[in-house]
C-alpha cells in the first residue's frame, strides 16, 4: 500500500508543475533554422511548461525532456543542414517523455530558452546549438524540470530486491531492526528436555542480540518483548510497523519427535510451504495464540487484509534475500544448520506486508545436548553475533546494488 501511495504521489509531483491535469502538454510542431553562426530548433507547444535539454555522446545526440506529452509533429520542417539524422520521442518514466535527435557529429548546446505565446505564435521552446565551441561546458544543462535522480540498475541489481526506502524514512536515520523473542508468558513454546521452556532461550538469545546489534553503532533496536510475557502474533507485527521497521527477525527454538535432530534453520513467508515439515512448523508456531486464547477469528480478518497488499510481493523478496545472507553467516560463523536451511511457510508472525521479516529456529530443543546449549550464554552469544554478521552483511549488499 505505501509503495503505491508513494508512487501516485510521485506521478501528481509531475504533472502539477505542469499546469494541472486539465489540459495535458502537446509538442504541436517542430521545425528548424540554419544560421551562420548556430542551428536552431524550435518547438511549438500549446503551454508553457518545464524542460530540461542537454547532449550526450557516444553516439551524440540532443536530449530534450518536458512532463509527459502529446506528440503531435506531422513532417519536420527543414532538417537538411540542421545536423540531425533521426528524431525519437517516447516515455521516458512515469510522468517525464524524451526527445532524442541523433547528431551527425559531436555539438553543443549553447542557448535554450522558452518563449511565451505571443499573436499568432505558440509557447515555444527554442534551443541553439552547433559545433562545439567551449568544450569546458559541454555537460551543460539547460531547463529545470526536476527529474527523479534513479540511477539506471545494472543487470545484477535488477535481480536484488530494493533496499525498503519508503520516503518518511531519511536515508541519514538508521535502520530500525526488530527483535521479536518467540513465545512467552502463558505461551512456553516447545519443552524440551530437562523441562527447557523455548521462551526463555529465546528472550536470552534476543537480548543478547539487542546488545550486539547496538554495538555495532549502525542500527536502533526495538524488541517486541524484553521480558516473559504474552503478546499475540499480530501484535508482534503491529509493533514492527510502528517502529516502521526496516527488518523483523523472530527468534525461536524447534522441538520434534526425533531427539538426533538438530541444527538451526531460516524461515520466510510464503502461501505454500516449501515442505511438509516447514508447514507442521509453521502450524506449530502459528498455535502461539490458541495458547494465549487470542480470538482467532477477529485475528484472521486482520492478518487477511494485509494479505490483499501487493507490496507484500516485494517484500518477500527482500526477506529471501535476507534470509540467505542470513545462512551465509551461520555458515561462516560455523553454526550447524539443517540441510537445506532457508525454507518457507505460512508464519503468521512474518506477515508485515512492508517489512522484510524472517523467523529463525536457532536449534532443537528436543535433541539434549542442543537444548543444553542453547541455555548457555556463551552459545546465546555465537549466535546473537552470526545473526548480527548476517543483518551488516545485508545492508552491504544492499548498499552495493543499489549503487
Ligand atoms: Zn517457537
Known amino acids: 500500500m505505501m509503495n503505491r501511495f508513494f508512487f501516485i504521489l510521485g506521478l501528481l509531483f509531475f504533472l502539477l508543475p505542469a499546469g494541472g491535469m486539465a489540459q495535458s502538454l502537446s509538442v504541436e510542431d517542430l521545425r528548424f533554422g540554419v544560421h551562420p553562426d548556430k542551428k536552431r530548433l524550435v518547438l511549438d507547444l500549446n503551454k508553457p511548461t518545464d524542460f530540461r535539454s542537454f547532449v550526450l555522446t557516444n553516439p551524440n545526440r540532443l536530449v530534450i525532456d518536458f512532463p509527459e506529452f502529446n506528440w503531435k509533429p506531422q513532417t519536420i520542417d527543414n532538417i537538411s543542414g540542421s545536423a540531425v539524422t533521426g528524431i525519437r520521442q517516447g516515455v521516458l518514466e512515469p510522468g517525464i517523455s524524451r526527445i532524442v535527435l541523433d547528431l551527425e557529429k559531436e555539438s553543443q548546446i549553447y542557448n535554450a530558452f522558452l518563449l511565451p505565446a505571443k499573436g499568432n505564435l505558440k509557447d515555444r521552446l527554442v534551443i541553439d546549438y552547433g559545433d562545439v565551441r567551449d568544450k569546458a561546458n559541454i555537460d551543460k544543462r539547460f531547463g529545470s524540470l526536476s527529474v527523479m535522480q534513479a540511477p539506471t540498475p545494472s543487470k545484477q541489481a535488477l535481480a536484488i530486491p530494493k533496499a525498503p526506502t519508503p ?87 524447534d522441538s520434534v519427535g526425533r531427539a538426533d535432530v538438530r541444527g538451526a534453520s531460516i524461515y520466510t513467508l510464503s502461501n505454500k510451504a516449501s515442505d511438509a515439515q516447514t508447514a507442521k512448523l509453521a502450524a506449530r508456531e502459528n498455535r502461539a495464540d490458541l495458547i494465549g486464547g ?61 517489512i522484510p521479516s524472517v523467523l529463525i529456529e536457532t536449534g532443537f530443543v528436543s535433541n539434549p545436548s542442543e537444548a543444553r546449549r542453547l541455555t548457555q550464554r556463551d552459545y546465546q552469544e555465537k549466535i546473537a553475533q552470526a545473526i548480527t554478521k548476517g543483518v551488516d552483511l545485508y545492508f552491504d549488499r544492499l548498499a552495493k546494488y543499489s549503487e
Open 167 to 253: 520516503a518518511k524514512k531519511t536515508r541519514t536515520k538508521k535502520p530500525i531492526i526488530i527483535i521479536d523473542a518467540g513465545h512467552g508468558g502463558v505461551d512456553p513454546g516447545a519443552i524440551g528436555k530437562g523441562n527447557i521452556h523455548e521462551k526463555m532461550i529465546t528472550l536470552g538469545i534476543a537480548q543478547r542480540l539487542k546488545s550486539s546489534l547496538e554495538a555495532t553503532g549502525r542500527y536502533k533496536v526495538i524488541m517486541t518483548r524484553a521480558d516473559d510475557r504474552f503478546i499475540k502474533l499480530y501484535d508482534r507485527v503491529k509493533i514492527a510497523r510502528r517502529h516502521e521497521g526496516s527488518l523483523f527477525i523472530s527468534i525461536h527454538a
Open 294 to 354: 487470542v480470538d482467532l477469528d477477529v485475528e484472521d480478518k486482520e492478518v487477511a487484509d494485509i494479505l490483499l497488499d501487493l507490496v507484500r510481493r516485494d517484500t518477500q523478496n527482500q526477506s529471501r534475500f535476507f534470509a540467505n545472507t542470513m545462512v551465509d553467516s551461520f555458515n561462516k560463523s560455523s553454526i550447524k544448520l539443517l540441510d537445506g536451511p532457508h525454507r518457507h511457510a505460512g508464519f503468521a508472525v512474518l506477515k508485515a506486508p512492508d
